[in-house]
């Protein structure tokens, strides 16, 4: 498995080191985004089990996570038991080879371990500590277990998604860790940035779950604050947006039309065979389409389900109104547009090909890396020990015999 180059002066993070501490989603997808764009990223795992991600959901022969190849590949793996004195003094020594730590425990886990940021405020002021966790690290909530399922519901996320009445639906990933890794690879450009101006220093990237999935609320809180109005869920449309929906056709396949602009409705409609409502002018607003939601909801639920999925976007496509199939990752995997932009990309594993999805978004001059994928557990320990602690082959074997790593 290929493993170099840990260094590509081509790529904007080339030469920045990253020290991983955490584990599953959150802290890691952050990496993930840091490692592709050529950052030095090193993980911390326990010895014997690794990232519990590594036997999450679907493995391949030797037992390992699909999902573990993607999330974790440009990484370098090295294992140290924190649950040890002298391996908390070897993370404080790579912290202070580090220009970067990303950690996603609990509040005061860290701590705990003397290896919060209070630690090196004054040993290391150029360190970026970034702290991703359910709630944050104060308020009366950040003692809580923050995993995204919960903190999603708390955020809002939740009411707002399904149908009037019903059970709240989530959707099938773990979106809120996302949009936490996301903010959190965000706030540590910023602080990169941040720490190149003259006098500039490291500092704390705070980064909650919540407060992410709260980012993404749009207008709810606005309108709350300034109507009084509390967003309730509306099943596949939009509230106040018309229309906007999911229609299902001939051949059992669901379509999404979007045809809320003013112009595109009226080229919407005479598409469908409605001529009399693109004229209307009751409907000539979006204001007036709200107030007619069901009528024009069921003139085009009428339309698709006589025609295959195939045909109808042929349809609107040729009247330039935006409307998309309903993709399986099955549809996506052999669908055009995914193919022509590069967002399947194929590493390797064990001599054979594996597609991931292409990190994002793209530069015009400078190409997110994929040079290898997850790495086995500790594949990189004693590289890593080398040459950032200048440990060499005696001491490393020392501490493998105290089992520290």
Not at 273 to 302: T, Y
Not at 331 to 358: C, M, S, Y
Not at 376 to 384: I, P, S
Request: net charge negative; proline share 6%.
């Amino acid at each position: 498995m290929k493993t170099e180059p840990a260094y590509d002066p081509k790529l904007p993070l080339a030469g920045i080191r990253v020290l991983e501490m955490g584990q599953l989603i959150a802290g890691p997808f952050a990496g993930q985004i840091l490692a592709a764009y050529g950052a030095e990223v090193v993980k911390i795992e326990p010895p014997g089990r690794g990232d519990p991600l590594r036997t999450w959901r679907e493995l391949d022969d030797k037992g390992c996570s699909y999902w573990w190849r993607s999330i974790a590949r440009n990484k370098k793996s090295v294992t140290l038991d924190l649950a040890q004195e002298s391996g908390c003094d070897i993370a404080r020594q790579l912290l202070l080879k580090s220009d970067v730590l990303i950690e996603n425990f609990r509040p005061g886990r860290m701590e705990a371990w003397g290896l919060g940021p209070d630690a090196f405020s004054l040993t290391h002021p150029q360190l970026i500590y970034t702290r991703v966790s359910g709630y944050g690290q104060d308020g009366p909530y950040a003692v809580k277990p923050g995993f995204a399922s919960a903190c999603e519901a708390v955020a809002g996320l939740r009411y707002v998604n399904g149908h009037p009445g019903d059970k709240p639906v989530r959707l099938n990933l773990s979106l809120g860790d996302s949009l936490a890794g996301l903010h959190a690879a965000l706030g540590v450009l910023l602080a990169l940035i941040a720490r190149m101006r003259p006098g500039g220093v490291g500092q704390s990237v705070d980064v909650s779950i919540m407060e992410s999935v709260f980012n993404m609320m749009e207008g709810v809180l606005p309108e709350y604050a300034g109507a009084g109005v509390v967003r309730e869920p509306s099943g596949s449309t939009v509230t106040g947006i018309v229309p906007t929906n999911t229609y299902q056709c001939r051949d059992g396949r669901f379509i999404v039309i979007g045809g809320n602009g003013d112009s595109i409705f009226q080229r919407l409609m005479r598409a469908v065979g409605q001529p009399e409502l693109a004229s209307d002018e009751r409907l000539a607003s979006n204001q007036g389409r709200v107030a007619h939601e069901a009528l024009i909801d069921e003139a085009l639920a009428g339309w698709s389900i006589t025609l295959d999925s195939n045909v109808a976007l042929e349809i609107l496509d040729g009247a330039d109104v935006p409307a998309g199939p309903v993709n399986s990752i099955a549809d996506i995997a052999n669908d055009e547009q995914f193919k022509a932009r590069g967002v399947l990309e194929q590493i390797e594993v064990a001599g054979e090909p594996f597609t991931v999805p292409a990190m994002h978004p793209r530069l015009s001059s400078t190409v997110a890396r994929n040079d290898w994928a997850g790495p086995e557990l500790g594949q990189h320990t004693q590289e890593v020990l080398t040459n950032w602690l200048g440990a060499d082959s005696l001491q490393i074997e020392q501490w493998q015999k105290q089992k520290l790593v």
